[in-house]
């Protein structure tokens, strides 16, 4: 038996019910023979808690001070989980990011991890105990300040101590059964995925999935570190990320499985859509837009340019950006307005964004077409578009965001015959 790493999700750990629940399924691994090092968001809504507070005292926390906040969350979690054990009889220690050995650089709010040294883990579980790791935080090489790594960070605190300890598994506990074909909270008819490709599961987080997160599944892939996302209030079967299509059950070891055509449909209401309005269709002009944006630390998504206007030779470049950037790059387009040269800017955060991914899609030829059949059916304008290998996706008014997603769901044969996904906590918040 080797060792597993768990990661539990703040929905999890919501109450001391939910801390004693998820105590007794660790002990249970403990009793199955495996080394267990366990990874713990903060208790359901206490980071947006605590970030309220810090914006009730300052409007711009300093980013040291920030961190430092945050990570008392997942203190608090991490020191009642392991009193919940030991009182269960079992031998547990908590241990801070930092004392885990979770060294990052020094982006303060989003932190990388750029090493782990788990040495007190390992001597922690030599000597028979099971060991508890505060999720989402690390200490920075250089200045030694705490540091967090962004929004849902436990869950790559858990993959970077998986690959750091050579573990069997990671899995990850949260408050769905695991991956499904489409959110459960807006499609009632998703269906669980067994297993999925972790590409297929990269550009599911890429494009809206909020299950797992991008970075934590790029760490995976890179290590080779096969992902069980699994419900703590179930006990059933999860969704396997790896490379290998298969599955390992306890009863049956492990069982091939097949590669579906299409994985999933995501979607994503959180960007915006900024377009720059006459722009002199001359070269060099998408060379200083994108790097005006890039200059203002933004990261954009899609791009379309449309064709000019041959009458006054101008033209409209569109882009799509985290709406939480849109100030920040409209003020950055305005103040280089003469050195660019456009009329004007507009901006919509009324969008959002529906992705149909599966590796499948490079061989079948017909998928595109369907896809844009199922959004017209259900009435759904088309505004933007964008592809990969594995990936195709639109923009649509917001509005219409769950209805397209349903729609493009049935219209692929991704309906499941029960109403069988459950979203079992959590406030969605
Ligand atoms: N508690 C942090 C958050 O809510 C980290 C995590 O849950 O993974 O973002
Ligand atoms: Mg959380």
Redesign the pocket.
């Known amino acids: 038996m080797g060792l597993v790493v768990q990661k539990y999700?703040?929905s999890s750990v919501a109450d001391a019910e939910g801390i004693k629940r998820v105590a007794k399924r660790i002990v249970e691994a403990k009793k199955n023979g495996h080394q267990v090092v366990v990874v713990v968001?903060?208790m359901g809504d206490?980071?947006d808690e605590l970030i309220d507070l810090a914006e009730q005292v300052s409007p711009m926390p300093s980013g040291r001070e920030f961190d430092m906040l945050l990570t008392a969350?997942?203190r608090i979690s991490m020191a009642l989980l392991a009193m919940a054990i030991k009182n269960l009889g079992h031998s547990a220690q908590s241990f801070t990011g930092s004392q885990a050995g979770v060294i990052t650089d020094s982006v303060h709010n989003k932190a990388r991890i750029i090493d782990v040294t788990p040495g007190r883990i390992r001597t922690a579980l030599d000597e028979g105990n099971i060991a508890i790791v505060a999720?989402?935080q690390g200490v920075s090489q250089d200045k030694k300040d705490i540091t967090t790594l962004g929004?849902?960070?436990?869950?790559t605190t858990a993959v970077a101590l998986a690959a750091a300890l050579d573990a069997e598994v990671c899995e990850i506990y949260t408050d769905v059964d695991g991956v499904f074909t489409a959110d459960p909270r807006v499609v009632k008819k998703a269906q669980k995925i067994d297993w999925i490709a972790f590409e297929d599961m990269l550009e599911l987080a890429a494009s809206g999935s909020k299950v797992l997160l991008h970075r934590c599944v790029e760490y995976a892939r890179r290590y080779n570190i096969p992902i069980h996302v699994r419900s703590s209030f179930s006990g059933l079967q999860g969704t396997w990320v790896s490379s290998e299509p298969l599955v390992k059950t306890q009863q049956q070891g492990e069982k091939p499985v097949e590669q579906a055509i299409i994985s999933g449909v995501a979607h994503d209401t959180s960007e915006a859509k900024v377009t720059v309005v006459g722009v002199p269709d001359k070269p060099g002009e998408a060379a200083v837009i994108f790097r005006t944006i890039a200059d203002a630390e933004i990261n954009i998504d899609m791009i379309v340019q449309n064709v000019s206007a041959a009458s006054t030779g101008l033209t409209d470049i569109s882009f799509t950006l985290p709406k939480a950037e849109g100030r920040k790059a409209i003020d950055a387009l305005e103040k280089n307005k003469a050195g660019i040269g456009f009329d004007s800017l507009r901006y919509d955060d009324q969008i959002g964004k529906i992705s149909l991914v599966g590796a499948g899609m490079k061989t079948n030829p017909g998928v595109t077409a369907d896809f844009f059949k199922a959004l017209s059916d259900a009435g759904v304008n088309i505004e933007l578009i964008s592809t990969s290998e594995i990936r195709i996706s639109v923009v649509t008014r917001a509005d219409d965001v769950n209805e397209a997603v349903r729609a493009v769901h049935t219209a692929f044969g991704l309906d499941s015959d029960s109403d069988e996904a459950v979203v079992y906590g959590g406030t969605g918040r």
């Open positions: 999700g703040g968001s903060a206490t980071t969350g997942e999720g989402f929004r849902g960070g436990s869950d």
